[in-house]
């Protein structure tokens, strides 16, 4: 039995995310009994939801509660009818996410990508690239680089505007994602292949000299470069050859995308953005990779795998509990064996494969746990 409390702040946010939190917390629910586990979970608006509640997208008593809390679970944030009434800076995904990644120096994202074998048709690859299973984690520099490098801004020349974003990257930056990828590889198949763009970019020339000394201090791990329009080509023509893939900020939000679109669905797809360790626990965030959806929103239509295994994710990376992790995992991967799909996962001439919505995707993975 855990005797410690965990606190999570639950931000279910916008569109889809309110369903497919509502999963999520039935397997919480579950896995706190099974467990025996203290857990203190707490719901807030953010997003257009803390706009309608308290007139901006982080409302302040939303990051309060994230302040007392020992991870966040996110839904998603942003409705593309309404994000343009606002000023740039005010829309969700700045005001929001963006905040809450600087706010508590969330610099590591880590994206699982993986295809189950009875999902391969949902692959847009030919079953020959696919080799034996397609099994991916994008490690991800998250609050550096271009993102939130200075000066930023817009500008007025003779003729019209000139926008200016600035690429920064520092050694110890570098250091610490390294550190995190390394550290991951050691976990899985062992190898790790540094994306950037050396052959151009100063901070690329500088990315690759840090990982080649950090990785000299792994020498259990096998160690590549690559350049960046390379990586993306090879994502497509083999994928099967990468294990992690360790990247800065944006070059790992394309990648990042482009690994998921081997899965087959964003729905599947969860992630993690950590900070620091502190007594043993890791401060995370943890969130579906896919969007708001606001198309199927209130329609029992959403896929709550992502939601779901971003609950995996957490007990995982910011407490430790491996069990609780794993069993959700092999209950999600039961599920799919069985043939359940949401609609984005089905395929009619799947003869195993039956049709159905978020609630029942939840109530399945939950009996499964």
Known sequence: MNSSIIRIAALAGDGIGPEVMREAFKVLETVRKKYQLKLEVTEAPVGWAGIDAAGKALPDATLDLCRRSDAILFGSVGLPDRDPTLAKEER???AALLRIRKEFGLFANLRPVQLPKVLAYACPLRPERQGDGI??????????????????????????????????????????????????AR??????????????????????????????????????????????????????????????????DILSDEAAALAGSLGMLPSASLGATTAGRTFGFYEPAGGTAPDI???????????????????????????????????????????????????????????????????AIVAAI
């Open 187 to 252: 976990l899985r198949r062992k190898k790790v292949t540094s994306i950037d763009k050396a052959n151009v970019l100063e901070n690329g020339v500088l990315w690759r000299d840090v990982v080649s000394r950090i990785g000299r201090e792994y020498p259990d791990i096998t160690l590549e470069h690559m350049f960046v329009d390379n990586g993306a080509m090879q994502l497509m023509l083999r994928p099967t050859q990468f294990d992690v893939m360790l990247c800065e900020n944006m070059f790992g």
């Open 135 to 184: 099994d991916i984690l994008v490690v991800r520099e998250l609050t550096g680089g271009m993102y939130f490098g200075q000066p930023k801004k817009t500008e007025e020349i003779p003729g019209g505007h000139r926008a200016i974003d600035t690429m920064v990257y520092t050694t110890p930056e570098i250091e610490r994602i390294t550190q995190v990828a390394f550290q991951a």
């Open 92 to 94: 969700p995904e700045r």
């Open 297 to 363: 929103a209130g329609k029992n239509l959403a896929n709550p795998i992502a939601q779901i295994l971003s609950v995996a994710l957490l007990f995982r990376y910011s407490f430790g509990l491996t069990d609780a992790a794993t069993a959700i995992e092999a209950a999600v991967g039961k599920v799919i064996v069985a043939g359940l799909r949401t609609g984005d996962i089905f395929n009619p001439a799947d003869p195993v494969a039956r049709k159905v919505g978020t609630r029942e995707m939840g109530d």
